[in-house]
């Protein structure tokens, strides 16, 4: 199932007007995009020399968290230079009533992931650790992180009953054995959790939503987008929570790639303290554990599949590192919503 987006046809005259008059060419035609989980507005424009751009906003039966992000990704990409090697080409914006697009570089023919391979996995954490120490000095660019929805989630599987009748619900059969590990082990999940946000590990602008769909591979470099959620957090944040995404879609583990990261921010003279690469892995699968079992948002039908994709490897990846036996192993991702 699809999210529902606008399509080319709801566009007003007057931004495509402004779309050529910004690239110099009129409008050959224009295709709907779908990619991401969000019912945001995506298009392909085809212009009449032969090029082609994307264009990203909030338009027509967009949802309020579109229009609350787009002035954040905007001012990403027109003041942020620490991302100019590893983001697509700005054109610029246009916006009408009703309407505000981004126009991009047209990431068309360049590699999409999964599949994953190590070389791959592995060219991805080393660009974003370049990234990374570039970061320092547009830190003050963007809001800083926010403690809440990301290091209080075991708090509230803790706390709250529905949230942990939700997660403990996607174990089934299994749902003693999944009861007894999490009571088992609830005290050390929240007080590693509780470290996410911590001062005193290397902090600066990151992106904080990586995934495969915000990424694309060319000449043999990352390119990263959507940069809406791009914040000031802990470095650790970007990969943490990007690791269970790559090994839920057949690649390489944690354990393979977070020395490669460590390696190359070293290399800058950044080095991280022993927390923080546990308390992201346990605040990555409590932030997915309190998500991946609740009912579908009709506006975004994938995202719970996605979530569920991630979950597996994150609470085995939290487990490895704190030393704790492991959960009932199951394929989240093979399950369907249980309400």
Partial sequence: MREPKPKWRD??????????????????TATQVFGGYGPSATFRIFLEDGRTLFAKGAGLGSVPEN????????????EVAAI???????????KVEGWHLLLLEDLKNTKKVPPWTEELALQAIRDIASF????????????????SGFADNWLNIKNRSDERNAFLGLFRERRDEAEAWLDANMNSLVQFEAGLLRPDQPWGFIHSDIR??????????????DWALACSGPFMFDVGFFFPSIEGEGGPRAERLLPEYKRVMASHGIEFPAFSERSV????AGY?????????????????SIQR??????????????????????????MVSLR
């Fill in 11 to 28: 566009v007003p005259v007057e931004l495509r007007k402004q779309v050529e008059e910004i690239m110099g060419s009129s409008i050959r």
């Fill in 67 to 78: 229009w609350r992000v787009l002035p954040t990704e905007e001012t990403v990409y027109r």
């Fill in 84 to 94: 100019s090697s590893i983001c697509p080409r700005y054109f610029g914006s246009v």
């Fill in 132 to 147: 990374h120490a570039r970061g320092h000095s547009d830190n003050g660019k963007v809001k800083s992180m926010e403690k």
């Fill in 212 to 225: 495969s769909d915000n990424l694309r591979f060319r000449g043999g470099t990352t390119v990263l987008f």
């Fill in 281 to 284: 892995a346990v605040a990555a």
């Fill in 288 to 304: 997915f554990a309190t998500r991946a079992g609740k009912p579908p948002i009709p506006q975004l039908p994938r995202l719970r």
């Fill in 309 to 334: 994709l991630q979950l597996g490897p994150a609470l085995r990846w939290t487990s490895n590192l704190l030393g704790l036996p492991q959960p009932p192993l199951i394929n989240f991702n093979e």
